[in-house]
């Protein structure tokens, strides 16, 4: 009842600012099947946190529109496009940033990036998290090393969120490892202690992947030549297997759907005229669908299901320069 009170809340809040946006044909932006609807989005940089809300789309990103640069949580009409409404991010927030929506959309976190150059085994960064409400208020900040592990989850739906915290469960260090952040109280409450070195292997050399309840949907990379894979632990299944002495073809964020019987992950591969966004039937791995993401440096791909069973993308638009396109698709028979 909480996220339903929230949505019908945000829905009734003015439109803050616009993001300019405009209503494209499918064929304009995809050559892959199913594309129920796709909009080009104007002035909005996405910074990672999105989730899917019944028919409405939650994205978190930077409003380029009038020259004012502020971070912003979006609100989207699936699957035409709509503005609904640009709620601004109220406080000094980093325009470099990194975010994670909770599953309800009720919370947001937002970290700056990371100085990579300064990262080394022995000298990593202790990270800083602020956390905002939907309405974009300011509701608590962390900083520290396990704040570093914990902003390395996102989009792995690896998160809890509960009772003014977010908890992120460790297993490599046992089953009851886990750093928990106090969000008012703006401090990591319980947790292993952590020193670089291990934070380093922990955060920087694993394998990526999607947790839904006990099933992991992971994409693991060759670490000594063997192709890379996509796997389901929980249900020990091999959904993708790499080809043998074919090395550059790697596979990367894997999103299962809501029910547990899609999974969307994409392909990489040299050669390829861009990533290849691949949806499958689970468990024996099938493809239903797959089409040709546009290319853009530092500007991910984003996507999630539906409850229906539809694939949200939210991807660099393939001709207009830093333009976003909303595509919405409805994969296979």
Known sequence: MRSLAILLMLGAEPVLADIARQGVACDAVTAAPGCLGATALFGFDPTGGMVVLGDRLRLAGIDRRDGADRMVILDLSLPDGEV????PLVGDVPLGSTSEFAPDGSVLLVAPHLDWSKITEDALLPQTMLAFD????????????GVTA???????????FGAGRVTLALPDLGDEAQVVVDLAKGLVVDGPVVDGAWLYQYVFDRDRGWHQGDVVAEARYSRDGSPR???????????????????DREFSQPVLSPDGGSLAVLQLAEGAPGPILLALRLPEGGEVWRGVVAEAKDRPVLYRWSAGGDLVTLQPHPVLTGTETLIVYRPGP
């Open 84 to 87: 609904l409404a640009v709620v």
């Open 150 to 160: 914990l902003v390395d989850a996102f989009g792995e739906n690896r998160l809890r």
């Open 134 to 145: 939907a309405w974009g208020k300011p509701i608590g900040r962390a900083e520290g090393l």
């Open 229 to 247: 894979a996509v796997l389901l632990r929980g249900a020990e299944a091999l959904v993708l297997g790499g080809v043998p002495g074919v090395y």
